[in-house]
């Protein structure tokens, strides 16, 4: 195994590797994904304040503590603040919607988009009920079919 450092002409081999980390720790640093372990094993916090992004790393990382028996802080999410231009509200407001409702889940933001555009019933209400009706008579035909 060789292994190099990017946009550069240093290369190492498996040992050389294993021989910088040993000699030399402090060249070293952790990647964003144990960045997290790293900080909260060399000085604990109890809590971690953060965005919506900053939580959703740290949820990812929950597995690597409890394998590595790290204490995980307790996550605790910011308030955060929108602003909207006009222009945004006014297109916003064209589409029937507010800015509240672009804190909805995605599935469910689309869902009420696809309901207020179309044209046509996009519920499927009793519509499925014929399908399986006519799928279990057409199953049952084919079985006697088959017997015959």
């Known amino acids: 195994m060789n292994g190099g450092v990017v946009n550069k002409e240093i290369k190492f081999t498996k040992d050389e590797l294993l021989h910088e980390v040993s000699d030399y720790p402090?060249?070293?640093?952790?990647n964003v994904i144990l960045r997290g372990l790293y900080q909260e094993t060399i000085l604990p916090d109890v809590a971690f304040i953060g965005g919506g992004?900053?939580?959703?790393?740290?949820?990812?990382?929950?597995g690597l503590f409890e394998h590595y028996k790290i204490p995980f802080p307790v996550l605790?999410?910011?308030?955060?603040?929108?602003?909207?231009?006009?222009?945004?509200?006014?297109?916003?407001?064209?589409?029937?919607f507010t800015t509240d409702n672009f804190f909805l889940p995605e599935e469910e933001l689309l869902n009420r988009l696809v309901a207020k555009e179309s044209k046509n019933e996009t519920k499927l209400n009793g519509s499925l009920t014929g399908l399986e009706s006519l799928y279990e008579q057409l199953k049952s035909r084919l079985l006697l079919s088959t017997v015959h």
């Open 53 to 62: 992004g900053e939580i959703s790393y740290w949820l990812q990382l929950k």
């Open 26 to 30: 402090e060249r070293f640093s952790p």
């Open 76 to 96: 605790v999410i910011r308030n955060s603040f929108l602003i909207v231009e006009n222009k945004w509200r006014e297109k916003i407001a064209k589409l029937g």
